[in-house]
């Protein structure tokens, strides 16, 4: 193990996944540096070639190069580590130990077992990752493969959220929350036990969640189908949506009462 300044690069398209990988290894490993972040392959390989850092977290699922076509580029100038949410990846693809992965979103306990790996194998060159990538790649190129439109629906919508309770940085599960609903600056995140607040606008994550679970009620509410416990009508006409197990009622605006025929 080296006593020398540890430094690295994290390359995610997901900028929420970069920020909680970034405070989970804050927590884990202080001393090390995060020197730059990539939104997608082709800036990670460039960043590593500018700033030389002895890891790069590479998200193997982005935009333009892959992190498996990104960590080809990069050889051996620095060891890697694999970020996924594909665990048949991880289970399958990194069973040799030449390289480490971290699952989406990053746990504590998992990740301070990559860091012991880590720390062990820096002061070494890094492993060849040429028979790994050949086979990563030929996994993202095929049939369901993470490079395509063909992975697993589950996989394609968003299944956390990472969001701001006062002075703490929250991960939630997506089948936790009740609802979201927006203001000019912020989008409430609601579960049954607490709120908490991101930046996200209503219109973003429509896109991003599962249109089965998820409908958008009115321009600023998006509800989860399940906490729905029925929907009655008030004095003036309008649609309210009643949950399960929390009090508050959401309006239905006209564009959207047509989710409720049966009103």
Not at 48 to 66: C, Q, Y
Not at 91 to 96: H, T
Not at 135 to 141: E, G, P, S
Request: aromatic fraction near 6%; proline fraction near 4%.
């Amino acid at each position: 193990m080296t006593t020398s300044v540890v430094r690295a690069v994290i390359a995610d398209d997901e900028r929420l996944m970069r920020e909680q990988l970034r405070a989970r290894l804050a927590e884990v490993w202080p001393q090390l540096q995060i020197v730059a972040e990539a939104r997608n392959g082709d800036e990670a390989v460039a960043l590593v070639g500018e700033h030389r850092p002895d890891i790069a977290f590479l998200d193997i699922r982005m935009p333009g190069k892959t992190g498996v076509e990104a960590a080809r580029e990069i050889g051996d100038a620095c060891h890697v580590v694999f970020i996924t949410a594909y665990s048949e990846y991880a289970v399958e693809a990194f069973e040799q130990g030449a390289v480490d992965y971290v699952l989406k979103p990053a746990e504590r306990d998992r990740l301070e077992l990559t860091v012991a790996r880590l720390r062990k194998r820096l002061g070494s060159k890094p492993a060849d990752l040429s028979a790994l990538l050949e086979r990563l790649a030929a996994r993202l190129d095929g049939p369901g493969g993470a490079a395509g439109v063909a992975t697993p629906a589950a996989e394609q919508y968003l299944q956390w959220i990472q969001a701001s309770m006062g002075q703490q940085l929250r991960m939630i599960p997506v089948s936790e929350i009740l609802f979201f609903t927006s203001d000019e600056k912020y989008t409430r995140v609601q579960t049954e036990g607490y709120e908490a607040l991101i930046r996200k606008p209503i219109k973003e994550l429509v896109e991003e969640l599962d249109p089965k679970q998820f409908w958008q009620i009115h321009r600023a509410t998006v509800v989860n189908v399940r906490a729905i416990a029925g929907v009655t009508r008030d004095f003036r006409g309008r649609q309210l949506v009643q949950l399960k197990n929390h009090p508050e009622r959401l309006e239905v605006s006209r564009n959207y009462t047509h989710l409720f025929k049966q009103m």
